[in-house]
């Protein structure tokens, strides 16, 4: 079910792609964090923007 109103997409948006991730472990962290949660490195990263298209 598509999300039309654009406001609802802002809110969505910022949920599911406002995030850090680690380089060496991978794991998903909060924006405003500075080390990992799982493995307490600094090399964080942010989430990529796009959604990857489907093959197939």
């Known amino acids: 079910m598509p999300i039309s109103d654009p406001q609802l997409v802002k809110i969505v948006e910022a949920r599911v792609f406002?995030?850090?991730?680690?380089?060496?472990?991978g794991a998903i962290n909060p924006p405003r964090a500075t080390k990992c949660r799982r493995c307490r490195s600094t090399q964080l990263r942010?989430?990529?923007k796009k959604l990857g298209m489907k093959k197939g």
């Open 18 to 25: 406002d995030k850090l991730v680690c380089r060496k472990c």
């Open 46 to 48: 942010p989430k990529k």
